[in-house]
């Protein structure tokens, strides 16, 4: 099965429907899921010759935000959605 890569036209149909105004972040590393602001937008070539645009986050070191919101890590299917254990009565202090 061919891996499809996600195209510049692609990107701006996705980014089309959300809100111009609202900032743009990256989700980056499945295993341990932060929060990075993009900076940049860099075209180049890749060893084939194909034009590759790449987005990149910026070089202040306030660029990585933290964790990524659970809820985040949970539509990208990076974490399944957690649920809290089942709760077990409480014992009593006479021993019950």
Same mark, same amino acid.
């Given at each position: @099965?061919?891996? #499809? =890569? @996600?195209t510049v036209?692609?990107?701006?149909?996705l /980014?089309?429907g959300?809100?111009?105004?609202?900032? !743009?972040r990256?989700? @980056?590393?499945?295993?341990f899921?932060?929060?990075h602001? /993009?900076?940049? +937008? +860099?075209?180049?070539v890749?060893?084939t010759?194909? #034009? !590759?645009v790449y987005l990149? =986050?910026?070089p202040? =070191?306030d660029t990585?935000?933290?964790h /990524?919101? $659970?809820? &985040?890590? &949970?539509?990208l299917?990076?974490?399944g $959605?957690?649920?809290?254990?089942? *709760?077990?009565p *409480? *014992?009593?202090?006479?021993?019950?």
């Amino acid at each position: @099965m061919a891996h #499809t =890569e @996600m195209t510049v036209a692609d990107l701006i149909d996705l /980014l089309s429907g959300c809100d111009r105004s609202a900032p !743009v972040r990256q989700a @980056m590393n499945p295993f341990f899921p932060m929060a990075h602001r /993009l900076a940049q +937008v +860099v075209q180049s070539v890749d060893e084939t010759g194909r #034009t !590759v645009v790449y987005l990149a =986050e910026g070089p202040d =070191e306030d660029t990585q935000f933290g964790h /990524l919101p $659970p809820e &985040v890590a &949970v539509a990208l299917a990076w974490q399944g $959605p957690a649920q809290a254990p089942p *709760r077990r009565p *409480r *014992r009593r202090a006479d021993g019950q």
